[in-house]
């Protein structure tokens, strides 16, 4: 079964940067990626490649040498369902805010729209991906709207997770730990698998691509997640920990990391992690798990979710003890407003809780970030809903560089690790502050040593 033709639903952070992949890797496949967001679909078809909407290096290099050839943005749905061999599902799957479920089961009605549709457009046997992050049996419902409103067409349903790290997506697709592949393992199911199969091994060694049944493939991209937020939320809580008995928690992390059955990754202490992926996923697992009676294991990954918030509201609130606990007229600027560096993606930053936390206590909020906009910032800000939008633009202020955001503050707080801030002209930027000026570094990035000697009082998470 050779695939000709892939339509994606969904042009943003996990369908953008895959198909471009897919194009690039498979030019004898024509990728077409559709969306109803016509602002979003005009940005990945902007004649300057650098305004595409999703910021990851690599990505636009990539999108200018497929776009036009065999990779296509449009927001003609169905006209790219009925042309498509396969199509991967890669809507946006939010924490329910609503109903049964709300705050931790996932909202699917994006993906029973698309299923919705795909049935009611599709007249030839199609081959369906799930692309979006899932809960455990979602492929059950989807095959069930699918054969009971369709046109008599046969639809085999895959689930194929992403398991990308914004900041370094074009890398992790192009060279991934391994691609997962879940299907019916009936003949017909292992017909499409062995499809999906064919296109990533143009590029992805056939011994990194698994294939699982279907469920155990949506189970395993929560549990991956659920395993890599619990390794953050344990190094800081270590943190708090080193903090008070001054031990370091960067030689703790390098001492447990040397060991084999541990290893290093993911033990970086920060502020805490934030991304589209990590908190959904982790109340969605304690959701499904609540759902089967399984109060126990809920218990145990929410503690991971718990933790991360407690990180958050930690560093908030020392920044108001050390400023003589008052933080009341006083300004305070931010450096980094993504949850992480070399992404524009502010989804569950630490810096909008922080913000948040510094503004109910009456700061004057300066932020500085390169690649997150002013409108983003504000929009992240009113989504909690603790303010109005007025207030919000009255409290905060978004700056053009990080020289101008610390003119005359207090304190500055690094909230993402961008490089640049390592490479900022401290001695200038003290000049300029308040004193005694403050410097709080919730990414671990910074020299504290160098930043005492120019008289900066420097608090780095997980240092006593």
């Known amino acids: 079964?050779?695939?000709?033709?892939?339509?994606?639903?969904?042009?943003?952070?996990?369908?953008?940067?895959?198909?471009?992949?897919?194009?690039?890797?498979?030019?004898?496949?024509?990728?077409?990626?559709?969306?109803?967001?016509?602002?979003?679909?005009?940005?990945?078809?902007?004649?300057?490649?650098?305004?595409?909407?999703?910021?990851?290096?690599?990505?636009?290099?990539?999108?200018?040498?497929?776009?036009?050839?065999?990779?296509?943005?449009?927001?003609?749905?169905?006209?790219?369902?009925?042309?498509?061999?396969?199509i991967f599902i890669s809507v946006n799957t939010p924490t329910k805010t609503y109903g049964v479920g709300k705050g931790m089961a996932a909202d699917l009605k994006y993906i029973e729209l698309c299923?919705?549709?795909?049935?009611?457009?599709?007249?030839?046997?199609?081959?369906?991906?799930?692309?979006?992050t899932l809960p455990v049996r979602t492929a059950e419902a989807l095959r069930s709207i699918l054969d009971n409103t369709g046109n008599g067409v046969n639809y085999d349903i895959l689930s194929n997770p992403e398991f990308l790290a914004e900041g370094t997506a074009v890398s992790d697709l192009l060279n991934p730990d391994r691609v997962l592949i879940g299907g019916d393992q009936t003949e017909r199911g292992k017909k499409a698998q062995q499809a999906l199969v064919d296109v990533y091994a143009n590029w992805v060694p056939k011994e990194r691509i698994l294939t699982t049944n279907v469920w155990s493939s949506e189970l395993s991209k929560l549990t991956a997640n659920a395993f890599l937020a619990q390794r953050v939320s344990s190094i800081n809580a270590m943190s708090e920990l080193c903090e008070v008995t001054e031990a370091d928690v960067n030689e703790v992390a390098r001492a447990i990391g040397t060991d084999s059955r541990i290893g290093s990754k993911f033990?970086?202490?920060?502020?805490?992690?934030?991304?589209?992926?990590?908190?959904?996923?982790?109340?969605?697992?304690?959701?499904?798990?609540?759902?089967?009676?399984?109060?126990?294991?809920?218990?145990?990954?929410?503690?991971?979710?718990?933790?991360?918030?407690?990180?958050?509201?930690?560093?908030?609130?020392?920044?108001?003890?050390?400023?003589?606990?008052?933080?009341?007229?006083?300004?305070?600027?931010?450096?980094?407003?993504?949850?992480?560096?070399?992404t524009n993606d502010t989804r569950e930053s630490a810096a909008i809780y922080v913000a948040d936390y510094l503004l109910s206590e009456q700061a004057e909020i300066t932020v500085y970030d390169p690649k997150v906009t002013e409108e983003q910032i504000y929009s992240d800000l009113n989504y909690l809903g603790t303010r109005t939008d007025s207030e919000n633009r009255k409290l905060l202020k978004v700056d053009k560089s990080p020289q101008q955001a610390a003119a005359n503050a207090h304190a500055i707080a690094v909230l993402t690790e961008w490089d640049e801030f390592i490479e900022l002209d401290w001695k200038a930027i003290y000049s300029h502050m308040l004193k005694p000026a403050f410097l709080f570094d919730g990414r671990m990035l910074l020299d504290e040593?160098?930043?005492?000697?120019?008289?900066?009082?420097?608090?780095?998470?997980?240092k006593g």
């Open 449 to 462: 040593n160098k930043l005492n000697e120019i008289g900066f009082n420097v608090y780095t998470i997980g």
């Open 1 to 86: 079964m050779g695939i000709k033709n892939i339509c994606c639903i969904g042009a943003g952070y996990v369908g953008g940067p895959t198909m471009t992949m897919i194009a690039a890797k498979c030019p004898h496949i024509q990728v077409h990626v559709v969306d109803i967001n016509e602002k979003r679909i005009a940005a990945w078809n902007d004649e300057n490649v650098d305004n595409i909407p999703i910021y990851e290096p690599g990505l636009s290099d990539l999108v200018s040498k497929t776009r036009g050839k065999n990779l296509h943005f449009s927001t003609n749905v169905e006209e790219a369902i009925q042309a498509a061999d396969m």
């Open 267 to 342: 033990l970086k202490a920060s502020v805490g992690f934030g991304g589209s992926c990590f908190q959904k996923d982790i109340l969605n697992l304690v959701y499904i798990a609540q759902s089967y009676g399984l109060q126990e294991v809920a218990d145990y990954w929410e503690q991971v979710i718990i933790m991360n918030d407690h990180q958050k509201r930690r560093f908030a609130k020392n920044i108001v003890k050390t400023l003589f606990n008052t933080v009341s007229g006083k300004k305070i600027a931010l450096l980094g407003w993504a949850f992480k560096k070399d």
């Open 115 to 132: 299923a919705r549709q795909i049935a009611a457009v599709a007249t030839t046997d199609k081959i369906i991906v799930e692309k979006s």
